[in-house]
């Protein structure tokens, strides 16, 4: 291992002791909703194939597998290691017609590169160096000229076309030019983006997606001649979703792409060049995409994830033979150890877990049959790339090029991080025992479970998860509620056959697996609905602009009705990125504050998708008018993702049930707000004896008791009385642990124990490490002597609200218009009321 790997890895064993600066990856892309993009778009590290081109004899496929570039032949189980870059991992390869190179993609951690690689003498050679995001590389048919998108100059996906010799690209252009788009766009860019690539046979014309006036999804299929941009033409209008990848067959009449075409999964589709009706091609309950003809037209190559990791596949396009391309035998450029890595609590009892592996050529490895998770971000002074990991059921056994290796090891909040860096011998096993030392809270706080409420379990990603698998991932990660909620990713709704209102059968003695409902609506703001005890609410969207469920109604509050009418709870989930600004932001449009005063929300993701403190910060002035709003927490993890927001369990709320495990008892203790939220720290609070949700009888002093366990070192531990800190805790030594207690004034209001970091911390995969409970009440309706100037500012953000929904043109009917109006009106009222009123001890509407 180098220095520079060495001094890296002690960076981030000592993050804690100073602030880290968490990026975005790719943060070169201007385009909204990144976890989107970067999953169902860019090409992502995974333990299987990813994509696959042909060779000219037909025979003999090179592709992206674990980062680097393969060759194989079809009957044949050995795979050939083509590239293997340090730091980098390769993607996307296209082959020359002459089969003599092979174009490809390659991340290093800033930026998306296309390099060529010669095959005969393995020689490489960057092609392009601006930093950008280049991806999707096809050469013509006569290998003269190449396109491929980019990012360089704009931000955007763009189709740039080149000329290609043997020194490399010339006269790069942009194809098409950039287009802004006069629809609104919530999940895409207002630029237009071109996409997915192909040539037709005879090298003049290029077929790709755009989507210029689509506001959902990423476009059509269109063509366009290479010589003659200004002549381009629609082939097909259908809804996609980034990975098409329309491919003209050999003989030039059939246009092979992937669509779900009103279903829930990617299949292989025919069209024609003119566009004729869609017929599918394959069928089955799972996503094939990525799909290449073979030179003469009589195979087709595709990536599957039929058996939940990614596989490469190859069809005959008459009869539908099918042969799997497996490589049971590997040939790699570096010498390979085998590393055997088990893992024990501690009682000495296996016990599955998070695993990240790096080597010593700077690039992360996974068993073969693993799914490798990458984190969204990550802080470029202490790290090359993001962290990349899995989730490990011990015993583990996978190859990593010999020498040195970095091993992490995480099971929950309530263990320590393991690390161990070992040297590796070449052609030699290696086993290694990573043994847990638990950091529990002490049994006085409370005697509680963990959970994920917000979690999808199929959105789309690499893989196919299922309800199994996902009590799995939650295993590893020490959680012992996973809460699938079904939602709609634009048209399709990807987990709705799983939905379910009892426990899932896939539910274990440590696992629970519950389904339910993220009710969407931007205009709004998201719901989670937790309990439906009927069935799932229809059609699961609103607001959706420039279609026919563009009305903004049925509103939040209208949906929460329609939830508790089944029993269930609503919560109000990933709220709030900033803080919201009444008196300037005229387009705040979040239905939040209506719906409290009006009891209709059971919980708030104060730990989420979201900005923590910004979210707190709109809690803390609830909890000031004496609204009894207690906090969840969901990772809203993508769990069949490559590239997410997670890993599951990442953001949870830790609910004292007494021991019981049942859906039922997390349910009462979560709209109880008996417990805390977090994404590393555990906290303990007692207040005279009384645990976070709990109402003390009114007096002047207290007695606290705080306790706090973290598997990362925590900068701030503070008690928060009705908004401010009374009580902030000095933190010593490693920063991870603390028991205190003492005397306080206070009088009336709420206390909460928080903790929180200035900055991120690379082994919590979030933006930064942050925990909070619940609030013990100070008295029975005592509100905050701040109770008005809150009161009137969410007033003034009704306004707000009140403004953007009358601006609305697209309800349906005058009738629906007028309801939404009425409830917002009577929501702002009451605000107001409690503005000018007198302080009293009676709580307002929905306060309990």
Not at 560 to 578: K, S
Request: hydrophobic fraction near 40%; charge should be negative.
């Amino acid at each position: 291992m180098s220095r520079r790997l060495a001094a890296l890895l002690a960076l981030i064993l000592l993050a804690g002791a100073a602030q880290a600066a968490r990026e975005p990856v790719l943060k070169q892309v201007d385009l909204p909703h990144s976890y989107y993009w970067r999953e169902l778009y860019l090409p992502q590290l995974t333990t299987g194939p990813s994509s696959a081109t042909f060779l000219p004899d037909g025979d003999t496929l090179i592709y992206s597998m674990g980062g680097s570039l393969w060759r194989q032949r079809l009957g044949d189980d050995t795979a050939t290691e083509l590239t293997h870059a340090a730091r980098a991992y390769d993607y996307q390869p296209d082959a020359a017609r002459d089969g003599r190179s092979v174009v490809f993609a390659r991340y290093d951690g800033n930026a998306i590169e296309l390099w060529r690689l010669d095959l005969a003498s393995g020689r490489e050679q960057r092609l392009t160096s601006g930093g950008a995001v280049n991806v999707e590389p096809r050469l013509s048919p006569d290998g003269t000229r190449i396109v491929w998108v980019s990012t360089q100059g704009s931000g955007h996906f763009n189709l740039f076309v080149a000329d290609l010799d043997a020194s490399g690209l010339h006269g790069a252009r942009m194809l098409l030019g950039e287009r802004k788009s006069a629809l609104d766009r919530y999940y895409y860019s207002a630029f237009d983006h071109a996409i997915n690539p192909s040539w037709s046979p005879d090298g003049r014309t290029l077929y790709y997606v755009s989507n210029p006036e689509i506001a959902w999804g990423t476009g059509d299929l269109w063509s366009v001649p290479v010589d003659d941009p200004t002549q381009r033409r629609k082939v097909l209008s259908e809804e996609t979703s980034w990975s098409a990848r329309p491919e003209l067959a050999p003989d030039g009449k059939r246009l092979l792409y992937a669509s779900y075409h009103g279903r829930q999964w990617q299949q292989l589709w025919l069209t024609t060049p003119d566009g004729a009706a869609p017929l599918p091609l394959t069928f089955g309950d799972f996503d094939r995409r990525n799909a290449r003809w073979s030179p003469d037209g009589s195979r087709i190559a595709y990536i599957d994830n039929r058996d939940g990791n990614t596989a490469l596949r190859v069809v005959e396009a008459l009869g539908g033979a099918t042969r799997d391309v497996v490589p049971k035998r590997r040939v790699t450029r570096l010498p390979q150890a085998h590393l055997v890595l088990d893992i024990v609590d501690e009682r000495g009892e296996r016990t599955p877990a998070r695993v990240a592996v790096l080597a010593g050529d700077g690039r992360a490895y996974a068993p073969d049959a693993a799914w490798m998770h990458a984190d969204d971000g990550f802080d470029r002074a202490l790290q090359s790339a993001e962290t990349h990991y899995f989730h490990c059921a011990p015993p583990c056994a996978l190859d990593v090029p010999a020498g040195k290796a970095s091993i992490w090891v995480q099971h929950g909040f309530a263990y320590a991080p393991w690390r161990e860096t070992v040297r590796l011998a070449a052609n030699r096993e290696t086993a290694l025992r990573a043994q847990l030392r638990p950091q529990r809270l002490p049994a006085a706080f409370g005697d509680f479970i963990s959970a994920d409420l917000h979690i999808h379990m199929n959105y789309g990603g690499h893989y196919r998860n299922t309800p199994a698998n996902l009590a799995r991932q939650a295993r590893a990660e020490d959680l012992d509620l996973a809460y699938d909620l079904v939602v709609n990713k634009e048209e399709r709704f990807p987990d709705i056959a799983a939905f379910r209102t009892d426990a899932d059968p896939a539910s274990t003695a440590r696992t629970l697996v519950l389904h339910g409902q993220e009710y969407h609506t931007s205009f709004w703001g998201h719901l989670g609905l937790l309990g439906l005890r009927d069935h799932l609410l229809m059609p699961g969207f609103s607001a959706y602009r420039h279609t026919a469920m563009a009305s903004p109604y049925p509103t939040n509050g209208a949906v929460a009705d329609l939830a508790h009418a089944q029993g269930a709870l609503v919560g109000y989930v990933h709220p709030f990125d900033t803080l919201p600004d009444p008196a300037h932001d005229a387009t705040l449009s979040d239905e939040l504050p209506a719906d409290v005063i009006q009891g209709k929300v059971d919980y708030i993701e104060i730990v989420g998708f979201s900005d923590h403190k910004s979210t707190a910060q709109v809690w803390y002035r609830l909890l000031n008018l004496g609204f009894h709003l207690p906090t969840g927490a969901g990772t809203d993890a993508m769990a069949n993702y490559a590239s997410l927001r997670g890993p599951v369990g990442l953001n949870r709320v830790f609910l004292d049930t007494g021991g019981k495990r049942d859906a039922a008892a997390a349910m009462a203790a979560l709209k109880a707000g008996h417990g805390f939220a977090s994404n590393g720290p555990l906290l303990g609070l007692l207040l005279d004896e009384a645990k976070p949700g709990d109402t003390l009888a009114a007096a002047d002093r207290h007695h606290y008791r705080v306790a706090l366990r973290s598997p990362v070192a925590v900068d701030h531990l503070e008690l928060v009385h009705n908004g401010k800190v009374v009580k902030a805790f000095a933190l010593r030594g490693d920063r991870r642990s603390l028991d205190a207690e003492g005397e306080l004034d206070l009088a009336g209001g709420w206390v909460l124990l928080r903790a929180w970091n200035d900055g991120a911390d690379p082994e919590v995969l979030d933006l930064y490490p942050y925990a909070t409970t619940n609030p013990v009440w100070l008295g029975d309706h005592v509100r905050a002597p701040s109770a008005r100037a809150d009161a009137a500012w969410f007033a003034d953000w009704l306004t707000r609200t009140i403004e953007a929904a009358a601006a609305r043109d697209d309800y349906n009917t005058a009738e629906e218009k007028r309801a939404t109006l009425d409830e917002l009106g009577r929501a702002r009222d009451a605000y107001r009321a409690l503005a000018t009123g007198a302080q009293g001890s009676e709580p307002p509407h929905g306060a309990r």
